[in-house]
């Protein structure tokens, strides 16, 4: 099994940044795809920046030159830089890990504001 728990969520003003963390435990294997996901209310959960199982990176559209994924298999971390935020990314942010049979997990989510 696996366990995973974000934090740094929070409020902060249009423009701002704000960083998210993931840490995983169970059995982490270098091959498993790690990332993040959001779903805003009424809406669908979306992708937002994910490493992919041969270890490359996938951001959505809305999201790229304003954030970086970032891993350590060492430490079983994940994180998420976002900058420029805009109060449509306000949304509750979810960490997610794939196996390569693609078998999911999820974390609780932590939500992040974007309003002044």
């Known amino acids: 099994q696996v366990q995973l728990v974000e934090s740094g969520g929070g409020l902060v003003q249009p423009g701002g940044s704000l960083r998210l963390s993931c840490t995983a435990s169970?059995?982490?294997?270098?091959?498993?795809?790690m990332g993040w996901y959001r779903q805003a209310p009424g809406k669908q959960r979306e992708l937002v920046a994910t490493f992919t199982s041969a270890g490359s990176t996938n951001y959505a559209d809305s999201m790229k030159g304003r954030c970086t994924i970032s891993r350590n298999n060492a430490k079983n971390t994940v994180a998420l830089q976002m900058n420029s935020l805009k109060s449509e990314d306000t949304a509750v942010y979810y960490c997610n890990l794939r196996r390569f049979d693609g078998t999911n997990f999820w974390g609780k989510g932590t939500l992040v504001t974007v309003s002044s």
């Open positions: 169970g059995s982490i294997f270098s091959t498993d795809a």
